[in-house]
């Protein structure tokens, strides 16, 4: 009786466990070959849960142009994460937030390359604002931060 009750124990944290793994859906990560900052990126995001595929690009201009990323708003690399685009350095906090609470837009981005911002590390932080943006390019504020970033 122990072990049936020791094998549905393990069963039941494994399918838990499997369970939170599967809340996250793919990032896919449209860089630059030679961009080492997105990289780094791709990296915060794996340790914050999620699974990602990198698609390397040597025209980053046209995918941000195909899935809509108004100009003023571009940074290095471009994802697709749950039906929404992320461009830039947007902390994995904000993706969380930004599938948690399925606002009626195309997506976010941080503006530029802010340094501090999640795969920009530098001897200064600096701090910087995630904008929501709809299909047609309107924006708002999503997120702001402030140093000092602990990612």
Known sequence: MKAILRW????????????????LPEAVVYKSPTCGCCASWVAHMK????????????????????FGVPAQLASCHTALVG??????HVPASAVKRLLKENP????????????????MDGPSQQ??????????????AFESYRPPYHW
């Open 8 to 23: 549905t124990t393990g069963l039941l944290l494994a399918t838990a466990a499997t369970a939170v793994v599967a809340e």
């Open 47 to 66: 340790a914050n849960g999620f699974r990602t595929k990198v698609v390397e690009q040597s025209d980053i201009n046209a995918v941000k142009q195909r």
């Open 83 to 88: 039906g929404y685009v992320v461009e830039g």
């Open 104 to 119: 009626g837009a195309l997506g976010v981005s941080a503006p530029g390359m802010p340094i501090g911002s999640p795969g």
């Open 127 to 140: 701090p910087f604002a995630v904008q929501l943006f709809d299909e047609r390019g309107r924006t708002r």
